[in-house]
């Protein structure tokens, strides 16, 4: 199996996370997330939105989107809630990182420390992220308050996903020391048996 | 069942379209997607990112998540393939569906048609938009050009996904004629029996 993959990606993470937790071999292929001429050439005919991480699986089909892949491994494993409800909460915290949490963590993070050109993001711009990535780890630290992780009393796809980026939150200018619940939940999952860190 | 809705929203039109297909009943109140000053109030303790669609079932459990609340119902039903590569080719679809289509498509169309300020959106965003949701909707001719379907050869949470701002993108500026195979899809889709359109 083959993870065209990049070393700090929090997307390409989460599936090296749960890889880890399974216990499942594979292979890695870094690609590069600056510069990115290549990416048609190199994942065209694998993935239609030509990103990281693009999964290819013994049998040569590929898949992509962090969070299917996670869902793929994930199905039949202890890190998917066997209740319906509990499930459909797991998919709720997944949409809601791909659609809120990822685009302001993430894209804040890679102009800030790895774009190489960390005034590449405007004054206004920057504001609105910044702003953004307050109210989602808000929205964490809420729910966290009186739970030990998203759903459910386990670990699951939906704390692998979320863990990737904020863990890595201070690398977007985020202090997580504001929101103790989140800080504490970090912890928690980092604590986890099988858990690898980003730069494993 | 209660579903807090918008009749515009692309996002409670899926909830609508996959209920209607499945015969479920439920009951709608209408949310302003405009003045956004009650939300706390309406949907705090049902929705931790305070947007619609949010749906609470019978037994008063919340749900959340366009996608999550299509995954809930869909779940054992014919809108879900039984094949788990094909199911993983669904979550890959509709997790692209909220990172990528819906904050290029819904986002221009809501300025444009809906916020009541269509200048509202500043030229280099509009511009920005205006290209990432080409970009989105070449993806799809690219993808639709050999299949029927986006995933196997049925509908799918994915296609009715998909299909909620795919099929108002004229109202963003956007003209689907120029991806012939998109197209084509659209019809398809709107011709399956237990088809609603969004203002039903």
């Avoid at 001429?37 to 999964?55: A, D, K, M, Q, Y």
Wanted: proline share 6%.
């Amino acid at each position: 199996m083959l993870l065209y993959d990049s070393p700090v990606s929090g997307n390409c993470y989460k599936v090296r996370l749960l890889l880890a937790h399974l216990g499942i071999p594979y292979e890695r292929r870094t690609v590069d997330v600056v510069d990115r001429s290549n990416r048609r050439e190199l994942l065209g005919e694998l993935n239609p939105s030509l990103r990281v991480p693009t999964l290819v699986l013994d049998d040569g089909r590929p898949l992509g989107e962090s969070n299917a892949i996670l869902c793929y491994f994930g199905e039949g494993t202890l890190f998917v809630p066997a209740d319906k409800y509990e499930r459909a909460q797991m998919f709720q915290w997944l949409f809601y990182e791909q659609y809120e949490l990822e685009p302001a963590l993430a894209v804040l993070r890679f102009w800030d420390t790895y774009s190489g050109r960390p005034d590449g993001l405007s004054g206004e711009r920057r504001e609105e992220l910044t702003k953004a990535g307050h109210r989602v780890l808000a929205t964490l630290d809420r729910h966290l308050r009186d739970r030990e992780f998203l759903v459910g009393d386990g670990l699951t796809l939906a704390d692998i996903s979320l863990y990737a980026y904020t863990h890595v939150a201070h690398e977007g200018g985020w202090d997580v020391d504001g929101y103790p619940a989140v800080r504490t939940w970090l912890n928690r999952v980092a604590a986890e048996p099988g858990h690898v860190p980003i730069d494993a």
